[in-house]
């Protein structure tokens, strides 16, 4: 054999080597794919008299803010396709003109569109703002302290965004915290392996190649856990899509038509992975304010429903005199029962204060007698999907606090 025909042949080993852990990847997301659909078969929810369950995304982006290509439609028909009742734009705020003002509100196609903002302090801390409008009108330089003072003049919503690089937890007048976001998570990927994941997989599964990076907030999670600590408040956990639509590669004529090319992040795709879901009582409607309202409340809980539909899932309070859910305080007075309902078998992990209270397995119904303070909340696994995905939640609720 001639060196040449050595040297390829080592190097046709190599490549082959290398592809060996891709191909075992696309393996395992067809795996994925049927034990999801599996899952989703066997659901079961029991029937809530009390609350109705609504599901939409927060943190949706268009054209208007910069750095996304989205329009209106393309929202409007993904918001659809996934039969959501709700969607919190959150618009780049821009110096000449309200993009709170210009994007999407109310009902369009059937589902709630609420116009709000990202805003980004001169510290670089940013917020999510619902409804927006005058958070897109601050005077140059306006402080984190002012944007709040002045959201909450007006009884909007105001979330910490990137928690990770948001600093003043002192400060007053935020309401929660973005704990989970798609492009975060994204950003922490190794590009080259996106790459060949992306050569073996996108064809077959593009919206299961989530699986093959998403993983649990664990910094977010911790600062969450620690701000309801150091503030005594009840701050609610939300997860953002932070769908733009711009990830991708596109041949454009002069007049914008698109003659080759693929979207990455389309939004019908981005809405499918995780969701919030909402509760409001039996008989209120779903408008601009009940929601604002319901999630300053945090009655909401978290779903990465690309590996399952959550509904149906519920965390209650009782005390022998009162009935609480996700969000609420309960007095203990003699003891409190916790009470926790998913539609399919599932690990059950309960934290007290962030620490691990009770993990099990195998659970669809169960009840936790407590009987010490503290700010408890519940996240749920399905140790059914094969891994990495099986050992990251798929449900994050909001906190009681027993009180
Ligand atoms: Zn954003």
Not at 49 to 60: D, P
Request: charged share 20%; hydrophobic share 40%.
């Amino acid at each position: 054999m001639k060196r040449w025909q050595k040297l390829s042949l080592v190097l046709l080993v190599v490549i082959t080597c290398s592809q060996i852990p891709f191909a075992y990847r696309r393996y395992r997301l067809g795996r994925l794919r049927d034990v999801i659909q599996q899952l989703n078969s066997q659901r079961q929810s029991k029937p809530d008299n009390q609350f109705v369950e609504y599901k939409g995304v927060l943190h949706v982006h268009s054209f208007l803010g910069g750095h996304s290509s989205g329009n209106f439609e393309e929202i409007i028909a993904a918001a659809k396709q996934n039969q959501l009742d709700f969607v919190v734009m959150t618009e780049h705020t821009a110096a000449n003109f309200n993009t709170a003002a210009m994007t999407l509100k109310d009902v369009h196609s059937g589902v709630l569109f609420i116009n709000g903002n990202e805003v980004s302090a001169p510290t670089k801390e940013r917020l999510l703002i619902f409804p927006g409008d005058e958070a897109a009108n601050l005077p140059e330089g306006s402080s984190l302290a002012d944007v709040l003072s002045r959201t909450k003049a007006r009884g909007a919503l105001a979330l910490v965004a990137y928690p990770e690089e948001f600093k003043s937890w002192n400060a007053q007048g935020y309401d929660g915290l973005e704990v989970y976001n798609v492009y975060t998570n994204a950003r922490k990927l190794n590009p080259l392996v996106m790459l060949f994941d992306g050569l073996w997989s996108y064809r077959s599964y593009p919206d299961l190649l989530f699986a093959t990076f998403y993983s649990r907030p664990v910094n977010s999670l911790n600062l969450w856990d620690d701000a309801i600590r150091l503030t005594s408040r009840r701050l609610v956990a939300t997860a953002g899509n932070d769908a733009h639509a711009n990830v991708g590669l596109s041949l454009n004529d002069v007049a914008g038509k698109t003659w080759v090319g693929f979207k990455a992040d389309p939004y019908e795709r981005s809405f499918r992975l995780v969701r919030m879901h909402l509760l409001l009582p039996t008989g209120e409607a779903l408008n601009s304010s009940s929601l604002v309202q319901a999630f300053s409340a945090g009655h909401c809980f978290i779903g990465f429903d690309l590996f399952g539909d959550s509904t149906g899932f519920r965390f209650i309070a009782t005390n022998g005199s009162d009935q609480k859910i996700q969000g609420d305080e309960i007095a203990s007075g003699g003891g409190a029962t916790l009470s926790v309902r998913v539609p399919v078998s599932a690990r059950v992990v309960l934290l007290k204060d962030g620490k691990v209270f009770s993990d099990e397995f195998g659970i669809k119904e169960k009840d936790y007698a407590v009987t010490e303070k503290g700010n408890y909340r519940v996240e749920v696994y399905l140790p059914q999907l094969p891994g990495p995905v099986s050992s990251q939640p798929w449900i994050i609720s909001n906190p009681i606090y027993v009180k």
